[in-house]
């Protein structure tokens, strides 16, 4: 192992001298075998969740050290709202009450000033999946997510229908050579993009060490839900892309900014919470205030986890059109996991949190997917302001993973996709397409939100296989 210096610790966050006294002591004591590299990335983990690592008898004095440096750190206590900001919600049938419950309470933090509710929302972590809040100059980190900028993208190709038949086993083979799903690595070919050149990397210590590992996922796309697939999109007519209404092949992307952006919303989640005490079911939605250094240093390492994302779907898109000699007409996309500065009509200046929900302002193009034999829709906002300027970002789960699991055989679930003209590639059946909302339901819920413009239905569909 090489030398363990001060210097190496300050640059990952570790500022206290009797800490970074303790650490170096370890090190030389019980790391020996591991290099320099290995107990950088293992500090950094033990820096952003102590808590993990209480039990160890290696890494439980660093953590112990830690956490008592955490208590001392100045936090300010806040009480909840008496009752919630106004708050529209859509598709109320089809929504489950644990997501309306987990909204009402995002409505009355103190910084709320308004709130919607997404025709797709169902339950997940600090704001409910379809879950829109405007605040006032603060950033809640666990409202925009731990996959800061998940996103949408779609190619639409210079080919007609017919393509993806003639030209299936190609395609196929071009997906498992440029597609990588999974928690680890990435593509076999190293990735280039400029976002790795961002000089935030250098800028703030504790995202240096990062930098290694988000060079490796360029271009991957993670587990869950995410996905990349080609499929047809039939473009309606006097379509706002002006594109003639016909059907073309398409590429359509889901996935986020992998290991980056969950390690910047762990970091500074926990930041959150150990200087804004709210009660104790309400702590997750802890915020940072916009005028401070950690909401900017926040804003700024948010901001490059969105552009990691996008960069990782460009990689993607480009490779696979490179590799099967195509070339794209129309590229739209957008996250929706992320915050944005933004303006209600009344003047306000406010931070919108979308958890889950596809930007809609005026003729903002977006995409909503349904499921693996459902259609997505390629759609243009209305600027809707009582929803927040949103819409939902797909068809929302109705299931959670382990029902899906125990109501899908992998035969049951091979049967539907081939019945309706579908190839998986991976995937399993915590994705099934019952495990989803009607995506029909969905759009006929927000036709306030969204005019639609295409529909994509996929074809050749490649997931992760957990």
Known sequence: MGNLRTKDLSKIGYHNDQLRSLVIGLAAKNFKHHSKQELLDLLVNIMHNPEAFLDNELTSKIAEKIIGKAKSVSFQAYELRNEPVFCKTYGAKQIESAAKKQMELANLLPVSLQGALMPDAHMGFGLPIGGVLATDNAVIPYAVGMDIGCRMALSI???????????????????????????????????????????????????????????????????????????????????????????????????????????????????????????????????????????????????????????????????????????????????????????????????????????????????IPGSMTTPAYLVSGRGNEQALFSASHGAGRAMSRQKAKDNMTVSAMKKMLSSAGVTLMGGTVEENPLAYKDIEMVMAAQQDLVDIQGKFYPRIVRMNKE
């Open 157 to 367: 190709i210079d080919e007609t229908e017919g393509f993806l038949k003639r030209y299936a086993y190609q395609v196929k083979e071009a997906m498992k050579t440029n597609t990588h799903f999974g928690m680890e690595g990435g593509l076999a070919m190293r990735q280039e993009h400029q976002v790795l050149d961002n000089l935030l990397f250098n800028e703030i210590p504790f995202l240096k060490p990062l930098k290694g590992k988000a060079a490796k996922q360029l271009g991957s796309s993670g587990g869950g839900n995410h996905f990349v697939e080609f499929g047809e999109i039939e473009m309606l007519p006097d379509n706002t892309l002006g594109l003639p209404a016909k059907k073309y092949v398409a590429l359509l992307t889901h996935s986020g900014s992998r290991g980056l952006g969950a390690a910047i919303a762990k970091h500074y989640t926990q930041m959150a919470m150990n200087t804004c005490k709210l009660p104790r079911h309400a702590q997750q939605l802890a915020w940072l205030d916009m005028n401070s250094e950690a909401g900017q240093q926040y804003w700024m390492c948010m901001t490059l986890a969105g552009e990691y994302a996008k960069a990782c779907h460009e990689r993607i898109h480009a490779n696979l059109l490179k590799a099967l000699g195509m070339k794209a007409l129309h590229v739209v996309d957008n996250h929706h996991n992320f915050a944005w500065k933004d303006q209600l009509t009344d003047g306000r200046s406010v931070i919108l949190h979308r958890k889950g929900a596809t930007p809609a302002h005026k003729n903002e193009l977006g995409i």
